[in-house]
């Protein structure tokens, strides 16, 4: 599974939009994009995923370059309950050895 | 409602005195995931099953072992706790039958060694 680079920390006013970069120069033409997040001491919860075209859903909008070298997932406006460490991980779409490898992941904290 | 479910959320055990974590799911998905977390670290995968198929991950210490009777349920065992294993330990679980499905997680359970 291809590898990922995000910054550790980004902060964001409450009701603007965060936009989170995620660089995945390596990754193979049947990896999936996926986003998950963990609010503190809680299981990472799911957000999104895609593989070329953007997508949208009631949480959020996962945009992935042309060439899918890296993607921006955007939280359209941020609230304080969406303070958390947001994880972009790559991974082939089925088989038996698919396996969810967190990286570092985003630190976001949304303030007033 | 649950789908993946831990217990318990919190669990003190001795060093030295074995213990285990047991994760059960509602999903019938035919993967299962047990992760290690410790403070401020992203999860690491310790192993996974794929339906009755245990997959160790190369790094992970032999102190560490799973076992998973049906689709429903499975434990992590840990046989003799140091205090290096104090941490959130996170199950999951997926379909890979099913082309791009997500991995649904538990709540975890944190592990305290004392």
């Known amino acids: 599974d291809a590898k990922t680079t995000q910054p550790p920390s980004m902060d964001c006013a409450e009701g603007r939009a965060a936009n989170l970069p995620c660089n995945h120069s390596t990754i193979s033409g049947n990896e999936y994009v996926y986003w998950y997040r963990q609010i503190h001491s809680q299981g990472p919860q799911y957000i999104i995923h895609?593989?070329?075209n953007n997508e949208t859903n009631e949480m959020a909008s996962l945009i992935i370059t042309e060439d899918r070298k890296s993607s921006t997932l955007i939280l359209p406006h941020a609230t304080l309950r969406d303070t958390a460490v947001y994880y972009c991980i790559v991974l082939v779409a089925v088989g038996g050895n698919r396996k969810f490898t967190f990286g570092m992941g985003t630190q976001v904290r949304v303030k007033l | 409602d649950a789908m993946v479910i831990q217990n318990p959320r919190y669990q003190v055990t001795q060093f030295g005195k074995p213990v285990t974590l047991s994760c059960s799911q509602t999903?019938?998905?035919?993967?299962m995931y047990w992760y290690q977390q410790k403070s401020s670290q992203a999860p690491k995968l310790l192993f996974h099953?794929?339906?009755?198929?245990?997959?160790n991950e190369a790094d992970t210490p032999d102190n560490f072992q799973s076992r998973r009777p049906n689709t429903s349920f499975c434990f992590l065992d840990i046989r003799s706790p140091g205090l290096g294993d104090a941490a959130m330990y996170l199950c999951?679980?997926?379909?890979?039958?099913?082309?791009?499905?997500?991995?649904?997680f538990g709540q975890g359970t944190r592990l305290t060694v004392v």
């Open positions: 099953y794929y339906d009755k198929d245990f997959n």
């Open positions: 999903l019938n998905h035919n993967v």
């Open positions: 999951a679980t997926s379909r890979v039958d099913r082309a791009n499905t997500e991995a649904f």
């Open positions: 895609g593989l070329k």
